[in-house]
């Protein structure tokens, strides 16, 4: 299982130079602490969560890194020009060497996204599936045609091509529908740091049994919060996730009901990385038997950068370990995903 970090630019501050600076910085202290994975979100109009531009950051962070996969967690489909989506990361896959991961989504339940991007809420999930397909075969194919309800393509190639043949594709998405769609299509899913466990065990098998031969290939992002003890752990994080679950309560209860009993901050806690750090290992091995990520993305959500940046290198000392020799376990005795799931 591989590990990395979830990067939403949160400028608790607000301060937007210093919020850029810090995650940078611990961007790059997962790489040298052995992490895989940087993952970036897209979020707008938020001075919570100041990343509304994704493709750019990752730029920027392919010039300061030279060994982490970098992703987009996730971009926002219905909020871009498939065209320039595909020349864009054809060009970042290329200036990071190939390590780009392409994360996409519909957008969350959040009005103000759809109301200045102009997108009606009822098409938000159409423009997705329509711009997913045409990325797709823009990003591996030359003289593409596509002809949709949305958008229409004849005979256009990309430039410039990326290095990465397929670019890897992940659907942030809980729907049927659309994990059939990642399962059809060869694609991984994510599952953001709300999402229930049980929520994302059905996901993985809904997936599973769309596709025989594949692998889901999840990157499951979870809010992660050591401290001394349980008690202080859970009475920290509850002061620090209260106001994340009020506006999502509020968001859902007006865009997306069915979501609104996820948002319960004692099963958000249950769910995320919150206790001692021998809890916290606990935890990550039973999600390791249960899940079977391919990457665990961490969300440390305390606000000051050196708590942070320690407690990710106490992961990385207590719990990495372990992770490396639970893979090389694995690699002697169980057999390939493949054929485990057939």
Known sequence: MRT??????????????????????????????????????????????ASPSPLPILAYLAAR?????????????????????????????????GRLDLGIAKGGPFLAQNKHFGIAREDSQPLAKEAFSLIRKLLSEENVTFEGHHFNVHGASITPQPIQKPVPIFLATSTPAMIRIAAENDCGIMAGPP????????????????????DPRLVLIRFFHPAPTRAQAVEEATRLLQGF????????????????????????????????????????????????????ILKPIHPDIAKRLGDLETFSQIIGADLQTLADETKKTRPTRQTQFV
């Not at 060994?67 to 200036?95: C, K, Q, S, W």
């Open 65 to 97: 890194t030279s060994r982490i996969r970098l992703g987009t967690a996730a971009l926002l489909l219905p909020f871009h020009n498939p065209l320039l989506v595909a020349e864009e990361v054809a060009t970042l896959d290329i200036l990071s060497g």
């Open 195 to 214: 999402f229930p466990i049980e929520a994302i065990q059905s996901s993985r098998e809904l997936y599973l049994d769309a596709a025989r031969m594949g």
């Open 245 to 296: 679950v009020d506006r999502m309560q509020a968001a859902t209860n007006s865009m997306q009901p069915a979501w609104t009993p996820w948002f319960k901050l004692d099963r958000i806690i249950e769910d995320s990385l919150i206790g001692t750090i021998d809890e916290i290992r606990e935890k990550v091995l039973r999600i390791e038997s249960k899940l079977q990520p391919r990457s665990l």
């Open 4 to 49: 990395g970090l979830f990067c939403t630019y949160e400028n608790p501050n607000r301060n937007y130079a210093s919020a850029y600076a810090e995650q940078t910085r611990l961007v790059q202290h997962i790489e040298d602490l052995g992490f895989d994975e940087a993952w970036v979100a897209e979020h707008h109009f938020n001075p919570d969560a």
